[in-house]
Each structure stands twice: as structure tokens, then as C-alpha cells.
């Protein structure tokens, strides 16, 4: 039985959001910034990936740039799924663009881990 198209979305947008939260430890100096930073970060992206309000209500250019977040192809596949009732072919891209970011994430952090940039004890 192949996986539901809502359990790829679930687990590819927290792969992202750990790898994101991964990043942001390495670029902080210490617990704290890395706990502010992330809850900035996380309000961001759920911002403007519209988590908390419709990309449909937001001006133009918002509109444009809410794809820039990686909640807002979480969300575009989650209401599809749960309004039209989608299944993983009808999601393809924002899946795809899902996999984009995660697999972005995970060379940069490879790489910054490789370079040996962590957080300072």
C-alpha cells in the first residue's frame, strides 16, 4: 500500500524544519540566540507560508514572495489534501518543491558540519 500523500507532506516538512533548526544552531553563539532566533525564524516562515492567515489575503508582492517558505507548500499540499481530496500525484509539485528545500538544507548543513562551524560552549 503506498504511503498517504498527508504522511509524505508530514514528514518532508519536518525534515525541513529540523534541518532549518540544525542551521540555526550553527550560526548561533549560544542556547538562548538559538532558541530566539528559532522562534523568530519559525513565525516567519509560518507567516508568510500562510500557516496563520490566507497567501490569498496578502498584497501582491507577499503573494509572490510566500513562496519563498517552505510552510507555504506544506500548506498548499495540506488543504488540497484535506479540501479536494488529493492524492500524491495532485500534490507533485509542492511535494517536489518540499524535497527541494530539504535536500538544499541538507547539503548546506553537511557542508557547514564538514567546515566545522558549531555552536561555541
Not at 6 to 22: E, P, S
Not at 42 to 68: D, E, K, R, T, Y
Not at 69 to 74: E, H, M, Q, R, T
Amino acid at each position: 500500500m503506498p504511503p498517504s500523500a498527508l504522511t509524505v507532506v508530514f514528514l518532508l516538512t519536518c525534515g525541513v524544519l529540523t534541518l532549518v533548526g540544525l542551521l540555526n544552531d550553527f550560526w548561533s553563539s549560544t542556547e538562548e540566540m538559538a532558541m530566539s532566533l528559532n522562534n523568530i525564524l519559525g513565525m516567519l516562515l509560518a507567516g508568510i507560508g500562510g500557516a496563520l492567515s490566507p497567501v490569498s489575503g496578502f498584497p501582491g508582492w507577499a503573494q509572490h514572495l510566500a513562496a519563498v517558505s517552505p510552510v507555504y507548500w506544506a500548506m498548499d499540499a495540506i488543504g488540497a489534501i484535506n479540501f479536494d481530496s488529493a492524492d500524491l500525484a495532485a500534490v507533485r509539485s509542492d511535494i517536489s518543491a518540499l524535497l527541494a528545500f530539504l535536500l538544499a538544507l541538507a547539503v548546506l548543513a553537511a557542508v557547514l558540519f564538514k567546515r566545522g562551524i558549531q555552536r561555541k560552549e
